[in-house]
């Protein structure tokens, strides 16, 4: 899948943006166990940093919603 830099959010961002879904401890947690709660594909690194693809994050909610 191509990626393009404007689809990239820097993950630390995501609990600013949306503070009333991903409260920064509780998006810690679904950071740090991406492998294992279904959230992977939607995080890049890039070097040392992190980034989330709002997109598939999105669409990794909706297919973890309708299981």
Known sequence: MLVTLSELTPYK???QKYP???P??????KV???HHNGLAKAFRKIGKDLYVNEI???ECINSLLAD
């Open 32 to 34: 740090a166990q991406r």
């Open 13 to 15: 961002k995501i609990p």
């Open 24 to 29: 920064e401890n509780k998006w810690k947690w």
């Open 20 to 22: 009333e879904l991903f």
């Open 56 to 58: 598939v994050l999105a």
